[in-house]
């Protein structure tokens, strides 16, 4: 099992995940957003999305199911090699979950400058 790699500059570390959930607080309407992923063939692949809630460029799709009041629903996106994500001190900080429970990026790559791109990638075999 190769894992998942994040980078911050020159800050790394490896988590031994071959699924995850991203999750993070929409920085206008302070909603939890979630996606699931799994590492498929060197590539991120979502799985499936869910927001609580509606608002401030966060319309679920048309084929979205509510189920106790989270929209549940599957994005049509490619495989990725990469996610790159925008740290910043204006914006709470996204967390990601496995089966041992959820932890905040920053806390992971220690270190982490106020404003950085985060890359979350599957790790070399």
């Given amino acids: 099992m190769a894992g998942l790699c994040l980078t911050a500059g020159v800050i790394a570390a490896t988590l031994p995940l071959q699924a995850f959930t991203l999750a993070w ?31 401030a460029g966060m319309e679920p799709p048309a084929d979205a199911i509510l189920k106790n009041g989270v929209w549940h ?16 001190p204006y914006a709470a900080g996204y967390e ?12 992971v ?3 982490i400058a106020d404003t950085q791109t985060i890359v979350i990638a599957p790790c070399d075999p």
Avoid: F, M, N
């Avoid at 929409?26 to 999305?49: C, F, G, N, P, Q």
């Fill in 25 to 55: 607080t929409h920085s206008i309407e302070k909603v939890r957003w979630e996606e699931d992923y799994r590492i498929i063939a060197r590539r991120l692949v979502l799985t499936e999305a869910r927001i609580k809630g509606t608002g």
């Fill in 73 to 88: 629903y599957r994005p049509a996106l490619a495989p990725l090699e990469t996610l790159r994500l925008s740290h910043s």
């Fill in 96 to 107: 990601i979950c496995g089966a041992g429970g959820c932890r905040q990026l920053a806390d």
């Fill in 109 to 111: 790559l220690t270190g």
